[in-house]
């Protein structure tokens, strides 16, 4: 959100309109919470309440309508809505998502993760180790929702393949909290950790090597209790190994290559994309532009190949994505005005004043609890905007303890994250029953040893 | 690519059936004909030549069953059941003047396939104006016939076992192209489904399948040092038509078909008729 219409947050707002508006945010996060009830996307419930909102902004005087200044001190009129939208953030979702889209017509992802199921030899332990670690770099280098898919999809097909169907289960449940962890990997690996280390200026390498130790004790401890729960175990018999090995055999990796020299310069460019992402922060000019421009840019040089046919990857952007994104930082912009995050962050100062570690931990915990049950994504935008208002340092502990907890709390119930509803689709898809009773239960150990290594980690080594 | 449905496609779509030859034995081989002693030493002697790839390997036992051995069907099944033959070799219309009248194949032949697992090889019927064609020296040009080739081992097998040295076997598979058409016009009522696009890519997706496994084939051929060359022929035509065609084009020594419909007692109907048709073709029924 831009820097002018911050200036206007601190007006006089009555404590009658702080808690009427504050009345309408609650009921926001609870209608996101009963999404699925209400049968309604997530870009339609938030886009309804940034109609109110503003409305009610308007009514209530406590928006900053007028014209705007710039850095050459002209003066631009737009629509309030406009600078309340973080457009940082949707450039990154929108080019990296057009981007990952186009590079998957080249057959480069499926390319791994068949190579990766021929490597296993079709030995289910050694499958899961692979697929587990496939789950978090996909989830890192692309997003968690586009690794569950493709990997949960390649799951379903091998292990039918192989004749371990009593495995899939415990595959995709696995598979589905490890997104979360791969989430975690970098600054874009996930829509919180963009919006958290944007508000926090976390750069791309700062990030990754703060959060990598952290993921890969996560993702081992992850796998190595998944394969103890679910009985996943390795082959024994000659005969048994040699029948597992023929049947990966048969899976032709070149299959979805449309050319070898698409193929190729997919390969070059995801590199390249993953390399100018990771120096923007220090890039001439390109600093200037952002990881947006970055996004946005490798998107419109691969969609040159798709030149005569781009109409099809804009029909696949997922709007109701970069609906909901927009409608909430509308909504967040008008919470901001009428006060009420300066409400919460009141709220929340005396359990960071609980001290630098037991404070710490509890916005953590409090976060993954918060996230288990509705968006992380509300709720790491409305603590990310807290944690600046009241001028939290980039170095701070507490701005990693939202990324953590709102990243991890998404592990515990079937709603928690996007990646896991995708991951139960997938195993209801396979006529495997998990009602969210039964989720929580499987979820729990891993989701409590999750959180528990993060609060350690957080403590002793951000 | 954003949905579980389009990976799962593509994953699934890189799963093939790779060939995986199957053993084919053939060590006896029992010859059924109604012929005169004459005309029997001259077919012998014309199925021992042409069927001399057999010999390849081993020694193959050719035993006679005269028409004077069976005067009705249930004495020339008892013959069979008897001998126990890896291979039959025989012709249209046994004890009987209707070879004359090229419609149907007589009641032994019909009954002969659908009753014994054992494959029948039938010739040119010798009485036959001409006798049998001079260009059937050996099995030297075999098209293996199929609607439905990918993962069907045993019929691909049957060709390699038939192919004579040097030879080429040709592997067909022709979808039809009447049902491919009637699918077509339904999708192009549906406004949900692109028909366009229907069109390209089932075309495309119908005629890959076999195209990948008779890849694997070659693939086999060339790995194991067959002494045998192999085509692929992949279309969608009208069956008995297309069939014909390629048998003249390509010079056609041998047909390899299957014959048998699991949910019925009578020889498959595209079968039926190519048994009726291709009279101047010698047919490997499976």
Redesign the interface.
Known sequence: MQESTTHHAAHSVSMGTTLLFATVLVGLIACLALEEKLHAKKSIIVGLFSVITLLMGDVFHILPIGALVNVFDEKITLPVYIPAVDWGVIAIILGSSIFV?VV??S?LF?WV??RLTKESKGDPLKLLYYYGVMTVVFSAVLNNV?AM??V???T???LS?LERGNLLLGFLFIEGLLTNIGGLLTLISSVPNIIVGNAAGITFIQFFLRASPFVLVATVATLILGAKLFKIKSLTGDEEKSKARAMV?????N??IETEAFFKFSGIILVLFILTIATTSVLPYIKDLGMGYVALSFAAITLVRYKSRVDEFYR?I?WDLLGFFVGLFVVINVMEHAQVLNLIGKGMVPIIAMGEKLGTVSVMFGAALFSSVTDNIPLSAILAKILSNIGTSSDSALWWSVIFGSNLGGNLTPIGSASTL?AV??MH?QNLKVSFAKFVKLALPYAAMQIVLAAGYILFFT | ?????Q??S?????????FNYQEIHIQTVLLVNDCDESGRNHLLKFATRFLRVLESHKNVDWILLNGSDFANIEDLLKGIERHRPDLIVTYRHLHSESWQWPYSLGEHLDVMTQVTDTPVLVLPHPKKEGGIPERLEKTDRVLVITDHLTGDHRIASFGVVFTHKNGTLFLSHLEDEEVFERYMEVISKIPDIDSDLAREKIRERLIKEPK?YIHSFQDYIKAQNKPIHSEALVDLGKHLTEYKTWIEEHEIDLVILNTKEKNQMAMDGTAYSLVVELRDTPLLLL
């Not at chain 2, 690519?1 to 449905?5: A, E, I, Q, R, T």
């Not at chain 2, 994953?11 to 059936?17: D, G, P, Y």
């Open positions: 889209d998957s017509r057959g499926t993760a068949i586009t898919i493709i949960g999809s390649l379903g097909v091998s393949k055999e048969s899976f032709d990796e299959d979805g696949a997922d995708v689709t997938i898809k | 690519m954003s949905s579980v449905d990976f799962e593509i994953f699934k779509s890189a799963t093939k059936v790779r990948d």
